[in-house]
């Protein structure tokens, strides 16, 4: 996703495009696995959401399935409690990753780019990637272990007669559990892109403010901060497409405990009507729009992006 | 004329804003079809005009305990010389493919499984089983159906989505090789009672071979012994909720990491209140368990289970593996669930000779006696797909070689395995070893199976006090109504209001929503599809009286 920014030729937009794919036809030969893929395992499956105008049972398949036009839909728009829950704990979750999840790497990064020892800075960045590497299964199941009911801190406070914390399985504390995990989880492994964003600040623009007489907090404002902000404006749109993905796996894994009141979400909501209780139709319907308001989100931002002299994703 | 499901209303709609709303006009404005689905009243009147398999008791060995119809048959030894009932191989040659739910462990593979190779060399064919936990069966399930890859014997659990229809589609219509006397071909087959057939029928014809449970499904509080023993408690039997109480604090010992209970006993309680098993008809008018007044009552008194501290504080995030290494492990003292389970408990046993298992009574809420609920007729049914390329004869003889019951030789090659690696013989006990739960443990029982036999190898008590227990309860079981009668709304939305009503139980159970709610809950349970369910299953009934 990451690439330099386009540098507009004006030949090459004049050359013909039957030449422009003779000269390049090389690397178009590259291109073509890599396109293949996403064609056959992105767009092709997208045709399947046809299913969501159907009422769609499996074993009767796509051609047999009676059509229903837009009758699964009406679900979005009829006032059904279940589908409003599960559109509300979903914004809430979006809203408190992206105030809690998305800037902590962007924080991290820049205290291990203050460290000096390089020996310290990379064992330190080791450690803080492993945790992206578990499932979540492993991940939930580590902190039940160690903040569960029977868990190791509340064994440890039972045996010295102290009172228990109810942590794992508490509907009033989840989206905090929820978030702390995803921090925990992943803000290491995302920290890569905005430590080598730093490194491509070139130095001397440093030594330039120290010459000036600015301190390490003017620095860290006026060079280091305005280096990140291509990196940290195309993230943040790209974050915004899947803004409604707030973690299927980690919060289907967690659910039983809590009670769909606080953990259904969009997609929890297409499972368990859908996979689980055979509502197929329905459950496409609702992702389907899903989708597509991640699309209209991304698009958007972008917009905005540009509208403020930025590359943004990509460019007009 | 097909039944058409309630369409949905549009007019109390709510805009959730701009965006949506021209959507909405659209929705409004579009025909809205629904599906035709296998046809309601014609159905259930084609379902009571099959003739189910005359039922042909196999006269096998007599039982130290005697059945009678509710209580299973109980066996002290097994008998001496079993008898091998079947000569011939039932397979074709050709790998014959099975998928499945398993309890246990997941065993080795085929290739590093000795068991599951004799299966294969005794079967004739090559079994390849694909296997889930019980509780991630249904999904897998699910899935499965959607990727339209079906095996050639599936084991569909009862509470299937549109079960009828899928049926239908995929697998094969057994009538004209099951129905009256043409079962008489599968000796093991015609020896299954015909209740349990009674649920294999759809679409007015029997669409696959049951795996009966029934009695043997029956869950009550099942309790470790031992452990109760080392607290000076012998055989306990609260008279009332207040007793039952008193007795889940005193084995109660979270310091020494041990619970009373593995998960909070609603259900125990809702027995204890004389409340419906799942469907209760008087006078031809079905009542849900779910919306009896009593409930409340139960889920109080469960709340405050909860709040007192007896239910192990990890329930609710537990699976059920996870519950089963509980009460293994002495985390905690009492489970509720069957006597498949119970006899599970021994195999899996981890802590020793000394390990013992019982089950409670129900007493009645605040004294006398409780209702204890008929467990589940069937386990699944097992059906055949039409893609499978077997002959319906050969896959119903390897139905008809597992069903082999309790005494004969395949029955216990089936459930012990090869004397020496899986079992070791004391006098004619087949006691298993470590090697032998593991490896036998590939879910044979699920394509199709005889009634139980309470009987444990090496461990005659196991027996006694499995019958004991099941004489004193049968007078007082409560059975599901609804069982064999044919509700289109209940197999389409019933997994799917079921599970938010469990949701809406386990939180109340927290103390995390007031009990009251339980009430809205029910009532969109109720105007969701329970009032449909309802009367569907009044109709269904009205046309088996009048037969």
């Not at chain 1, 009033?172 to 702390?180: A, I, K, N």
């Not at chain 1, 195309?234 to 039983?256: C, H, M, N």
Request: charged share 15%.
């Amino acid at each position: 996703m990451l690439r330099a920014p386009t540098r507009r030729t004006p030949g090459r937009q004049r050359a013909g495009l039957l030449r422009r794919l003779v000269r390049d036809r090389v690397l178009l030969l590259f291109a073509v696995p890599g396109i293949a893929l996403i064609l056959g395992f992105q767009y092709l499956p997208l045709l399947g959401n046809v299913i969501a105008f159907e009422d769609f049972q499996p074993f009767l398949g796509i051609r047999d399935s009676a059509w229903s036009g837009l009758a699964n839909f009406a679900v979005l728009v009829n006032g059904d409690p279940a589908f409003l829950r599960a559109l509300t704990n979903t914004l809430v979750l979006t809203l408190l990753q992206a105030v809690f999840v998305f800037p902590a790497p962007i924080l991290l990064a820049l205290l291990l780019n203050s460290l000096f020892s390089e020996r310290i800075k990379r064992i330190a960045q080791s450690i803080l990637y492993l945790p992206h590497f578990m499932s979540w299964v492993i991940v939930v199941a580590l902190f039940q272990q160690m903040l569960g009911g029977s868990g190791l801190l509340n064994n440890v406070l039972r045996a010295h007669n102290l009172a228990t914390l109810d942590i794992i399985g508490n509907s009033d504390l989840f989206r905090v559990l929820l978030t702390s995990q995803v921090i925990w989880k992943d803000t290491g492994w995302a920290t890569i892109l905005f430590l080598a964003a730093l490194s491509t600040i070139d130095s001397q623009l440093y030594e330039a403010a120290s010459v000036d007489g600015a301190g390490r907090w003017r620095q860290l404002w006026h060079v280091t901060l305005p280096g990140l902000r291509g990196v940290i404006i195309l993230l943040f749109i790209l974050r915004l497409g899947d803004s409604l993905t707030v973690g299927f796996e980690q919060i289907i894994l967690q659910q039983q405990a809590v009670g769909r009141d606080v953990s259904e979400v969009l997609d929890t909501y297409v499972y368990n009507n859908g996979v689980v209780a055979g509502q197929w139709g329905v459950a496409a319907a609702v992702g389907l729009v899903k989708g597509l308001v991640g699309v209209a989100l991304v698009l958007a931002a972008n917009k905005v992006a540009h509208i403020f002299g930025e590359e943004g994703v990509y460019s007009r | 004329m097909p039944s058409m499901p309630p369409m949905q209303r549009i007019s109390r709609r709510t805009f959730l804003g701009g965006g949506l709303t021209a959507a909405a006009v659209t929705v409004t404005g579009a025909p809205l079809l629904t599906a035709c689905g296998s046809s309601g009243a014609d159905t259930s009147a084609a379902n009571l005009a099959v003739t189910l398999p005359t039922y042909k008791r196999y006269a096998g060995v007599a039982p130290d305990l005697p059945a009678t119809d509710r209580v299973l048959a109980g066996f002290l030894r097994y008998p001496a010389h079993p008898v091998r009932a079947i000569s011939e191989k039932p397979g074709d040659g050709k790998p014959i493919s099975f998928l499945t739910n398993i309890p246990g462990a997941i065993p080795p593979a085929a290739g590093r499984n000795p068991f599951w190779q004799a299966v294969n060399e005794r079967l004739g064919s090559p079994l390849t089983i694909s296997m889930a936990s019980n509780d991630d069966y249904p999904k897998k399930f699910a899935t499965q159906v959607a990727g339209g890859d079906l095996p050639d014997l599936v084991n569909i659990p009862p509470t299937t989505v549109e079960l009828p229809a899928l049926l239908k589609a995929k697998c094969h219509d057994l009538t004209r090789y099951l129905s009256g006397d043409a079962v008489a071909k599968y000796p093991f087959l015609a020896n299954i009672p015909t209740e349990y057939w009674k649920g294999c029928v759809f679409n007015g014809g029997i669409y696959g071979v049951p795996v009966p449970r029934g009695m043997s499904r029956t869950s009550l509080p099942l309790y470790r012994v031992d452990l109760l023993a080392a607290k000076g408690i012998k055989r306990p039997a609260p008279a009332s909720f207040a007793e039952f109480l008193d007795l889940c604090k005193e084995v109660n010992d979270p310091k020494r990491h041990r619970w009373a209970w593995t998960k909070p006993p609603t259900d125990y309680v809702r027995q204890m209140l004389g409340i419906a098993n799942n469907w209760a008809q008087h006078g031809g008018k079905f009542t849900s368990k779910y919306e009896q007044e009593a409930n409340l009552e139960a889920l109080e008194a469960t709340r405050r289970m909860v709040a007192a501290g007896v239910v192990n504080p990890d329930a609710f995030s537990a699976d059920a593996s996870a519950r089963k290494q509980w009460f293994n492990g002495g985390v905690a003292v009492f489970d509720l669930d069957s006597f498949v389970a119970w006899n599970q408990y021994y195999a899996t046993n981890t802590a020793g000779d000394a390990f013992a298992v019982d089950m409670l009574d129900v007493p009645g809420y605040s004294g006398g006696q409780g209702k204890p609920w008929m467990g589940a007729a069937l386990n699944n049914i097992t059906a055949f797909a039409k893609s499978a390329k077997h002959s319906v004869e050969t896959m119903l003889a390897v139905a008809n070689w597992m069903a082999a019951p309790f005494g004969t030789e395949e029955y216990l090659f089936r459930k012990y395995g090869l004397a020496g690696r899986h079992y070791t013989l004391e006098g004619t006990d087949p006691v298993p070893t470590k090697t032998g739960v593991v490896e036998t443990g590939i879910g044979l029982q699920y394509v199709c199976d005889a009634d139980m036999a309470l009987y444990w190898a090496g461990k005659p008590d196991v027996a006694k006090r499995q019958h004991a227990i099941q004489q004193t309860i049968a007078p007082r079981l409560l059975f599901d109504d609804s069982y064999g009668l044919y509700s289109e709304t209940m197999s389409r939305k019933y997994a799917q209001l079921s599970a938010v009503l469990l949701d809406v139980e386990n939180q109340i159970v927290q103390g995390r929503r007031p009990v009251s709610s339980w009430k809205d809950a029910v009532k969109s349970f109720l105007s969701q599809g329970g009032e449909q369910m309802r009367t569907e299953l009044a109709k269904a009934h009205a046309d088996a009286a009048r037969r």
